[in-house]
Nanobody, 127 residues
């Protein structure tokens, strides 16, 4: 069974850092375009960061650019989201998503582009 499992969420003070992990089972991350999305309380889920299948291209939402970094470790079949300089506005449930694609250098930023999702991990940033 193909699954994505997020971990690494928690409570952190403003200005702090967290690293989220997304472990894939039944599917190889290097065969997929990957992304992180988030849903803040009372809001719709929004795009955060995307990584091409090759791992060579990344794209970020303006709200996290310069603070967050998406990366992957093929040997561990895991995708990461390093989050620095966190603010209370980053409080949300963070979701990992995967999309099978033949394109090695394309990234995707819409929810509808992704067919596989994790269960989410809560990130809470206190002021």
């Amino acid at each position: 069974q193909v699954q994505l499992g997020e971990s690494g969420g928690g409570l952190v003070q403003a200005g702090g850092s967290l690293r989220l992990s997304c472990a894939a089972s039944g599917r190889t991350v290097s065969d997929n375009a990957m992304a992180w999305f988030r849903r803040a309380p009372g809001k719709e889920r929004e795009f955060v960061a995307a990584l091409s299948r090759s791992g060579g291209r990344a794209f970020y939402a303006d709200s996290v650019k310069g603070r967050f970094t998406i990366s992957r470790d093929g040997a561990k079949n895991t995708v990461y989201l390093q989050m620095n300089s966190l603010t209370p506005e980053d409080t949300a449930v963070y979701y990992c998503a995967a999309r099978s694609t033949f394109s090695s250098n394309s990234y995707f930023t819409n929810e509808s582009d992704y067919g596989l999702w994790g269960q989410g991990t809560q990130v809470t940033v206190s002021s």
